[in-house]
């Protein structure tokens, strides 16, 4: 992202919490807020299933409650194995 001129553009939205003051680094370029407050231009903001946090549903409560059971499984054969010595 290329960095603007010094007095030629508006400043950086952010505010600090403790003192409620305004942010006095120069806004990036195209965008709200300075480089070390997250300046960001909306296209390359990820949003929907490019978005790397996104939920896409295909995992029920039934599922999960029977992954859970299955682990469940697995740990009392582990023991069990354990006890015999063939682990």
């Given amino acids: 992202m290329p960095f603007p001129r010094h007095g030629t553009t508006r400043r950086c939205r952010a505010k600090a919490k403790s003192t409620g ?19 960001r231009k909306r296209e390359s903001i990820k949003s929907g299933a490019a978005h790397p946090r996104f ?30 010595g063939d682990l």
């Avoid at 806004?27 to 407050?37: E, F, I, L, P, S």
């Avoid at 939920?55 to 006890?83: C, F, P, W, Y």
């Fill in 21 to 39: 003051q305004q942010c006095r680094s120069p806004a990036a370029y195209g965008c709200a807020t300075c480089r070390m407050h997250g300046a």
């Fill in 55 to 84: 939920l896409h549903g295909q995992e029920t409560i039934d599922a999960r409650a029977s992954s859970r059971e299955n682990g469940k499984l697995m740990k009392q054969v582990k023991a069990a194995l354990k006890k015999t």
